[in-house]
């Protein structure tokens, strides 16, 4: 018998009034329950980081900022890559066996 939970955490932050700076690091917060329950700690998560585009429904999920660490822990600190251009439509995915958006926020190019 297959587990037929999805593990898709609702993200916390970063939210539609994070401003980051690339090369930067920062603490991803999710929710470490699905419908009331906790998630198991062998559910192991990996975080991307994408942007959206005007009228496309792609992620350009381009970047993995973490993976392999348990899902339960609702946090993860990860650093930023140093040569993100500044957008307004960044997004974080968390994913378990599936996965979760956050909203869009602003990433700012780094100070080099």
Do not use: C
Not at 4 to 31: D, F, L, M
Not at 57 to 70: G, S, V
Not at 79 to 85: A, F, H
Request: no cysteine.
């Amino acid at each position: 018998v297959t587990n037929a939970i999805v593990y898709n955490p609702e993200i916390i932050s970063p939210n539609e009034s994070s401003k980051w700076r690339a090369g930067e690091t920062y603490t991803i917060q999710w929710s470490p329950t699905i419908s009331g329950q906790s998630i198991p700690e062998e559910i192991k998560g990996t975080i991307m980081l994408g942007y959206l585009e005007e009228g496309s429904m792609n992620e350009n999920l381009h970047w993995t900022l973490a993976k392999d660490f348990q899902l339960s822990s609702g946090a993860q600190s990860i650093t930023l890559p140093s040569d993100l251009e500044t957008k307004t439509s960044y997004i974080i995915v968390v994913m378990g066996n599936s996965g979760n958006a956050s909203a869009k926020f602003t990433i700012r190019a780094s100070r080099s």
